[in-house]
């Protein structure tokens, strides 16, 4: 049973450019949800995606972005990239529904800026 | 507004020694309380967890209790061992939002030294 994977593990990109970074949820699970993890901090939640539509969002500007596809896989997109999005990025999924049962989360994605 | 606070780390113990790492909350609702380890390169996993007051979350020897009274949430664990060194995460959700959006603390590193 794969659990939350994300693509590429590392990435390093110029201020101004844009990245797409790919999760695909645990087998099951139907949303997805995605964080910013800054050095030496906690995980600060993004968005969420439900039935290809974010659903919830958290104190994030609009260049970031997102999409769900109809196989519940997930895409996060950064514009104009800032030396302050360096961050691991964590994709969690979950079921719909249940909101005790605990987000899986993936290994993240380790993005720098320069 | 909703937020965690954790004890500042580094933490660093010997080997079978007693651990015990401070998590405290605000929020506006009624939350549930998480526990996360963060091992090095790696996501997060799920600890354990509490979802009402007085109830005692319990997982490989780790253990935490939801004190209302004083909006705690602390980890303790009798007998720490060096696998045990890891980033440790305490984080709430709302009941009355959805399954992604957990609010985290800062995060505290355990160093166990054999």
């Known amino acids: 049973d794969a659990g939350v994977t994300q693509s590429p593990t590392h990435l390093i990109k110029t201020r101004g450019q844009q990245v797409t970074l790919r999760c695909s949820p645990k087998s099951g699970h139907d949303t997805v949800s995605w964080y910013q993890q800054a050095l030496g901090q906690g995980p600060q939640f993004i968005f969420q995606y439900y039935e290809e539509e974010e659903r919830q969002r958290g104190n994030f500007p609009d260049r970031f972005s997102g999409h769900q596809f109809p196989n519940y896989s997930s895409e996060l997109n950064v514009n104009a990239l800032l030396l302050g999005d360096s961050a691991l990025y964590l994709c969690?999924?979950?079921?719909?529904?249940?909101?005790?049962?605990?987000?899986?989360f993936g290994n993240g994605t380790r993005l720098t800026v320069t | 507004g909703n937020s965690v606070t954790q004890m500042e780390g580094p933490v660093t113990l010997s080997e079978e020694a007693f651990l015990t790492i401070n998590c405290t909350y605000t929020?506006?609702?009624?939350?549930?309380l998480f526990w996360y380890v963060q091992y090095p390169g790696e996501g997060l996993q799920l600890l354990l967890k509490a979802t009402k007051a007085d109830d005692k979350g319990s997982n490989k020897g780790f253990e935490a209790t939801y004190r209302k009274e004083t909006t705690s949430f602390h980890l303790e664990k009798g007998s720490v061992q060096v696998s045990d060194s890891a980033v440790y995460f305490c984080a709430l959700i709302l009941h009355s939002g959805n399954t992604g959006k957990l609010i985290f603390g800062q995060g505290t590193t355990l160093q166990v030294k054999p």
């Open positions: 969690a999924s979950s079921l719909e529904g249940r909101y005790n049962s605990p987000l899986h």
């Open positions: 929020a506006t609702g009624y939350p549930s």
